[in-house]
């Protein structure tokens, strides 16, 4: 039985209790409604956890095989219980707040930072018609949803009141301000060619023929990329929590479960980052061709994207502050502007 | 939700926002009951740096080159708002011709903007 079936179920069950507990049916639609959000909801959070353990699982094995060692290997088969272990070490470390923190800005910057995590499962297209909520800015509301772990990480580099996470938070509103503006251009090509923000209509654009394909496409996809990493803070573009300059960047006064918080936040980001380059770039649940669909394409192509990720970051040697500044508005911003014009000029002639 | 109109349709996002501090309540809430609370140092709560004592505050004013950043970023960011709507009906829009060389008129000015803020070496690290 899938998910959907079950989720089914459930809501037909809730209202048929409902009613035969002689509610009206206003109650009864209110109930439902809030069977609904319950299934959804645990569904995300679920989903949530289980992903970003799977990923610190997946990325001490990537990062193992890249330097020609195994990685974890002793906790479960092939060490894929390890993620869980760590958890429950988390969750039972005591909870150190040095003395001169800001209480209140330190204490509320995990939380802030892992509500815009889980607000962007809002509009995942898991498959066609299986999004939470198919919202018709979906993706302005994810772009402008991500922005806001920015104020996160700046409170916790702010009231960590330490050194190296007052510059590590500096450096990381300086870096994500910068390359949100080409995340953004890079995205207006699609959203002129599917006349559309919602997720499902730009997924349903490319069944035939995903905006990869071309030449606009690829350049488009790779200054995607290229911002998406900067967004999310990985190597190459890591000097927020650069370990031989910073220690651990706005996060190295937090210890145990606040800790843990912001792990799972920057790996729910990077799925985030991944899920809008597969369903803008890479047609989403669709094979290219009109080869067929199916949700099994959809995380295939996530997780492709974040082994590309991962990729870059056991690849690549960190950038310095001011190449990482100056690539973002002197080489990615006039690009993406010109790829804007050219498609512009390109439809145009061509409508 | 079903049956409250457009308030409904968008109370999920709501909804999310609860899912969302439920998870972080929920994570602070499990460690503060399964955690250890021995009483604490004065030495084990010194900020981290790296064994060295802290020098001076760390609250100071902050280098000036940010700001001229987070300008630069102001405008920007707010053009990208003006040409999604634009992109969003480009398609559909009865002249093309007339939307795309608004938009070109409207990019060539930032882009002269981008310019000067090159020229005057505002876009340097240094």
């Known amino acids: 039985m899938s998910l959907l079936e079950l989720t089914d179920k459930l809501i037909q069950w809730v209202s048929e209790m409902a009613r035969t507990q002689g509610y009206s049916p206003e109650w009864a639609g209110f109930f439902t409604a809030i069977a609904i959000m319950l299934a959804v909801g645990g569904f995300v959070l679920g989903f949530i956890s289980v992903v970003a353990m799977l990923l610190i699982w997946m990325e001490r094995k990537v990062s193992g095989h890249m330097q020609s060692r195994i990685g974890p290997n002793r906790v479960g088969p092939f060490g894929l219980f390890q993620s869980i272990a760590d958890a429950v070490k988390l969750l039972l470390k005591e909870d150190i707040a040095p003395k001169m923190v800001d209480k209140p800005v330190w204490w509320l910057a995990p939380i802030i930072i892992v509500v815009p995590a889980v607000l962007s499962f809002l509009c995942f297209p898991f498959h066609k018609g299986w999004i939470p909520l198919d919202l018709n800015l979906g993706l302005l509301f994810i772009m402008a949803i991500g922005s806001v772990s920015v104020i996160a990480i700046f409170m916790a580099g702010y009231g960590s009141n330490n050194k190296y996470s007052l510059i590590g938070g500096m450096r990381t509103v300086a870096q994500i301000i910068s390359y949100e503006v080409p995340a953004i251009l890079a995205i207006v090509p699609v959203v002129m060619l599917a006349g559309s923000l919602s997720f499902g209509q730009i997924i349903e654009a490319q069944s035939f023929r995903w905006n990869l394909f071309s030449l606009w496409g690829i350049v488009s996809f790779i200054i995607y990329v290229i911002s998406g990493t900067a967004e999310i803070n990985r190597t190459p573009f890591d000097i927020p929590e650069a370990e031989s300059e910073l220690v651990a960047g706005y996060h190295t006064e937090y210890s145990g479960m606040k800790f843990a918080l912001f792990f799972v936040a920057e790996y729910t980001n990077m799925v985030i980052v991944s899920m809008i380059a597969s369903a803008v770039f890479l047609g989403g649940y669709y094979l290219p061709f009109g080869l067929g669909a199916s949700p099994v394409w959809m995380l295939l192509k996530v997780f492709a994207m974040i082994f590309l990720l991962m990729w870059f970051r056991w690849t690549f040697p960190r950038l310095r502050v001011d190449q990482m500044m100056i690539f973002g508005w002197k080489v990615l911003l006039p690009i993406s502007f010109a790829n804007i014009a050219w498609v512009g000029i390109w439809m145009a002639l061509k409508l | ?126």
Do not use: H
Request: charge should be negative; proline fraction near 6%.
């Open chain 2, 1 to 126: 939700m079903p049956g409250f109109g457009e308030a409904g349709y968008y109370s999920y996002i709501g909804i999310f926002i609860l899912f969302g501090l439920l998870m972080g309540f929920g994570a602070y809430i499990t460690s503060w009951i399964l955690r250890p609370k021995p009483t604490q140092s004065d030495l084990k709560l010194e900020p981290y740096e790296c064994g060295e004592q802290t020098q001076g505050p760390t609250w100071i004013q902050f280098n000036a080159r940010y700001y001229v950043w987070a300008l630069i970023f102001v405008i920007f960011d707010v053009e990208t708002l003006f040409v999604l709507p634009w992109a969003l009906v480009y398609k559909t829009f009865p002249d093309i011709g007339l939307a795309f060389t608004e938009m070109a008129i409207f990019l060539l000015i930032l882009v002269v903007g981008l310019l000067y803020a090159w020229k005057k070496d505002v876009l340097k690290w240094t």
